[in-house]
């Protein structure tokens, strides 16, 4: 099966991809970083890490903690607009790309195993 992934490239060394995406979606969700590297299976450390990075490429923040004894964090309009805009672009690319990873796939041969492949 074919896929189609992308990213946003804002300089060399700094994308917002699909992974950077979910990161995002699961602190919404969760209103905690620890919890949503948790559910993404990374540590926090990497979490604060991607996190930097997209505030870097934005030059503001995309998730602010909370304040008070509950604690947490939370998406920032930017973030949740971050989210939204890659989605969009993501439904929009799959949409265009739809009839021509069809016909590639209609070409691939399987192999014995009935695996895709040549």
Excluded at 30 to 51: C, F, N, Q, V
Excluded at 54 to 79: C, H, I, W, Y
Aim: hydrophobic share 45%; charged share 25%.
């Amino acid at each position: 099966m074919i896929t189609v992934r992308f990213f946003l490239k804002f300089s060399s060394d700094t994308r917002i991809g699909l992974g950077k995406v979910r990161l995002l979606e699961a602190i919404g969700t969760t209103g905690s970083i620890s919890a949503a590297a948790r559910a993404l299976d990374m540590t926090y450390r990497r979490a604060w890490e991607l996190l930097n990075h997209m505030n870097k490429a934005f030059g503001q923040p995309l998730v602010t903690g909370r304040v008070g004894s509950t604690g947490g964090a939370e998406l920032t309009d930017l973030g949740r607009d971050v989210i939204a805009r890659y989605r969009r672009i993501e439904a929009d690319t799959q949409a265009l790309a739809a009839p021509h990873v069809a016909a590639l796939e209609a070409v691939i041969v399987a192999d014995d195993s009935g695996n895709e492949g040549a």
